[in-house]
């Protein structure tokens, strides 16, 4: 993406949220470039001006058209994370809006703790684990607050449910994916 591109990329999360919450018509997508029309996958972050976290939902899989997983994991984050209220009126400008684009994510195949953990790259990463119906995600970004490759996907284990150190049974399914990240300043 352009400097351009990822600068509408912000104002079309912030312009769906605006919309929503003012019922004001949203940014139309003939209005924005062609890598909006194509398929894409995007977690939307929402940070108070503090620095703490608001509401973050995604898509991990490309499966619509970035413009469309923009504005909808947008309005996700904003009004249906179950963790917070929905957003009001009296928020919005002071919310901070981040987007992860994410790359396809690849299975990574180990047999041993030790070994997941050498193919792992932090700062760099986001992961995926699998194990039957438990499942959960952490960005890259997240690598900021986890400093140590086992605390991170610990905390992941226990996100997905699972125990801190069911990683080390070697059962987990474990996915890897670059994302590339755009803040609002």
């Known amino acids: ?10 104002r079309l999360a912030r312009n769906a949220i605006e919309s929503e919450l003012l019922r004001t018509p949203a ?9 909006f ?3 894409g996958a995007v977690f939307v972050t ?9 509401g973050c939902i995604g898509s991990l899989i490309a499966h619509r058209s970035l413009q469309e997983d923009i504005v909808e994991n947008a309005l996700s984050s904003a009004f249906h994370d179950p963790r917070f209220p929905p957003m009001n009126i009296t928020e919005l400008p002071f919310i901070k809006i981040e987007l992860s684009l994410l790359h396809e994510p690849v299975e990574l195949t ?8 050498s193919k792992i790259t932090p700062m760099e990463d986001g ?4 194990f039957e119906e438990y499942q959960a995600t952490f960005l890259p970004s997240v690598w900021e607050e986890i400093g140590s490759k086992e605390e991170f996907i610990s905390r992941l284990c226990q996100k997905a449910g699972l125990d801190a150190d069911f990683w080390r049974s070697g059962k ?14």
Request: charged fraction near 35%; proline fraction near 2%.
């Open 1 to 10: 993406m352009t400097e351009s591109e990822k600068l509408m990329a912000l």
């Open 27 to 35: 940014v139309r997508a003939d209005q924005l470039p062609e890598v």
């Open 37 to 39: 029309r194509q398929k």
């Open 46 to 54: 929402l940070k108070t001006k503090e620095g703490a976290l608001r």
């Open 110 to 117: 180990y047999t041993t703790a030790d070994e997941l953990l």
């Open 127 to 130: 992961l995926i684990i699998k």
């Open 172 to 185: 987990l399914e474990v996915y890897v994916y670059k994302a590339e990240k755009i803040s609002e300043n």
